[in-house]
């Protein structure tokens, strides 16, 4: 059987700085076409993994491919877009030139340059902008540019690292705008962050590091599990509350009734079942743990949060 | 090596960069003031000497002697232009992070390095050469008297400044910036003082220091183009007038005379030298983690 070849796989990857050891083991693959969601807390080796994907610094040991290729190969790195964390351009460059000094490094024909310019501009709002010198920009401007910057010429991987921490609520909402018109391109999108909520809107699958290897991973279904589920009925005999229990563990609250872990796709059969035996329903509240919920319980305290069947990457 | 041809790319961002940042402009307009006032300074050092009747070959020696020292300020200010272009060049990227971005790219280290000195190279072999040949150009102008190689002299200054500049460059690869200036203009002082202890030693017949002095020429060249300088400063007339007043090993020890020019052998050696360090610079760099 053919199986597709990865956007990003790495095995082993191993990175110390004298006795400090940044990553442990990395191993994950990221699927062409997704938003993938990298997750971790502080000097959980985030960073550190996204600069050895681009030849940046080099692995201790171990290794993996980038778009099929060996780790910072640099024919690969033309397809590739990179937002660092530490987002920073020459400020004596005006919004138009940096984006006109990525275009000639990363190869781009120059008969396309000038729409390239444009469209990346209007992208990320900064057309009104773009004769302005980058020094005079906010933290927030220079982040948009960074994020044209990396999605100059459609690259087939655009690697996003904290891409919305100097941005306000509309400029995050701009950015969630960003990525998923980027994987409507086609474009893989790996988004390093340690904002839950943005990872959560985004994002197809995640992998949650810590200590320099990756604890958990998966869709966020896969990683949430089966949430829970409230419904105000009336119109229901007991013995059809009751018989509701097949769903899931049930709680009778009289107007509301409970059922946990029950899969999102059981909920529209719940509902047809209350209908089917005479019942009105007046409201439906799914819940699960969020994705903030999961992550502290994994790098948390409780290592008993970490779910072993969500290991596998 | 494909990314070579990205090399143009670096050497017009590092152009501009120079022009945007306005150091060029700031220096240009102080040579400028310094070219006028030096013109009228030698003006009337020289109508001054005329009117007491000094003879044409006293004129030319001191006036040759005064260009000599100006040459050797010049020579000092333009190293430390060097010295100071070159530190932020690499170190400075790196530490404010606009590499990142940039070698993310299919753009080689040793593509960027490459840019980078050419870029540099021409900037201070630019201002070196236009403002030599003005500040001769001014004293030829206001004095009459013009020294028998001025490309030559201020082509051995830019030179000077060329191998600062990749001394620098070399440090910036690996250490930050303020630092690689910093020993940059040190080790140029420390080189143009060995080569006045090796005079001094030569002149008092100290073998070591001499040994000293070479060795040192070889490592650091920099002092060896500054006597280049000096020799294509000087009148023929003024070498064999103070050749045949004093002993050869007694003119050695003067840090502004050259009693003879440049050795081609050793002018192969500092474009070796030069080519050299541009390598290490780029190894130097490869192995460096972002």
């Not at chain 1, 610094?57 to 640099?74: E, H, I, N, W």
């Not at chain 2, 870029?119 to 001769?136: F, K, M, Q, T």
Request: aromatic residues 6%.
């Amino acid at each position: 059987m053919m199986t597709m070849e990865a956007a990003i796989e790495t095995r082993d990857l191993v990175k110390r700085y004298g006795r400090t050891t940044a990553l442990a083991g990395l191993t994950m693959r990221v699927d062409r076409g997704e938003v993938f969601g990298f997750l971790g807390p502080n000097g959980a080796g985030k960073t550190t993994s996204v600069k050895l994907l681009l030849g940046l610094a080099q692995p201790t040991s171990g290794g993996g491919t980038v778009l099929g290729a060996p780790l910072g190969d640099r024919e690969a790195r033309r397809r590739v877009g990179y937002l660092p964390e530490l987002f920073r351009y020459q400020p004596w460059l005006r919004a138009r030139e940096v984006l006109a000094l990525h275009c000639a490094l990363a190869a781009i024909p120059p008969p396309q340059r000038f729409g390239e310019i444009s469209s990346a501009l209007d992208l990320v709002g900064l057309t009104d902008r773009a004769d302005d010198l980058v020094g005079t920009f906010s933290k927030g401007m220079q982040q948009r540019l960074g994020l044209g910057t990396a999605l100059l010429g459609r690259p087939e991987l655009v690697l996003l690292d904290e891409p919305t921490s100097a941005l306000d609520p509309v400029g995050r909402a701009d950015v969630r705008r960003i990525i998923r018109t980027a994987r409507d391109r086609g474009t893989t999108v790996f988004l390093n962050s340690h904002l839950l909520s943005e990872v959560e809107l985004v994002c197809d699958r995640v992998a949650v590091v810590d200590a320099g290897r990756v604890i958990a991973a998966g869709t966020l279904d896969e990683l949430l599990g089966d949430g829970s589920v409230r419904i105000r009925v009336d119109g229901l005999a007991p013995d059809d509350r009751q018989r509701l229990a097949r769903f899931g563990p049930l709680t009778d609250d009289g107007d509301w009734l409970s059922i946990r872990t029950i899969g999102t796709a059981q909920i529209p059969e719940l509902v047809a079942a209350i209908v089917g035996a005479g019942g009105r329903v007046h409201a439906v509240e799914p819940g699960r743990a969020s994705l903030e919920e999961r992550f502290l319980g994994l790098v948390g305290a409780d290592p008993g949060a970490s779910d072993p069947e969500a290991r596998s990457t | 090596m494909t990314s070579l041809r990205l090399v143009p790319t670096i050497v017009r961002l590092t152009l501009f960069e120079a022009l945007r940042r306005r150091t060029l402009w700031a220096l240009i307009a102080l040579t400028g003031v310094v070219v006028i006032l030096t013109g009228l300074g030698f003006e009337y050092l020289v109508s001054q000497a005329r009117d007491r009747g000094t003879s044409e070959l006293q004129l030319q020696l001191g006036v040759s002697q005064v260009l000599i020292l100006c040459a050797f300020m010049f020579g000092f200010i333009l190293a430390t232009t060097a010295a100071f272009l070159a530190a932020p060049a690499i170190a400075g990227d790196v530490e404010s992070g606009v590499l990142q971005a940039m070698l993310a790219r299919p753009l080689g280290r040793g593509t960027f390095v490459l840019g980078r000195w050419l870029g540099l190279s021409i900037v201070v072999v630019g201002y070196g050469l236009g403002a030599g040949l003005l500040e001769i150009g001014a004293m030829k102008l206001t004095s009459g008297y013009g020294p028998p190689d001025p490309l030559g002299a201020a082509g051995a200054l830019a030179g000077q400044g060329v191998i600062v500049l990749t001394l620098t460059l070399f440090l910036s690869s690996r250490l930050p910036s303020i630092a690689s200036g910093a020993v940059a203009v040190v080790a140029f002082g420390l080189g143009w003082g060995v080569g006045v202890l090796g005079g001094v030693g030569a002149a008092l017949g100290v073998d070591s220091l001499e040994t000293v002095s070479s060795i040192v020429r070889v490592a650091f060249p920099s002092d060896g183009l500054w006597r280049s300088a000096i020799f294509a400063l000087e009148p023929p007339a003024v070498i064999a007038v103070l050749s045949a007043n004093r002993s050869t090993a007694v003119l050695q020890a003067n840090p502004f005379f050259a009693g003879k020019g440049p050795d081609p052998l050793y002018l192969a050696w500092c474009a070796a030298w030069v080519a050299g360090v541009v390598g290490l610079t780029i190894v130097s760099f490869r192995r460096r983690e972002l």
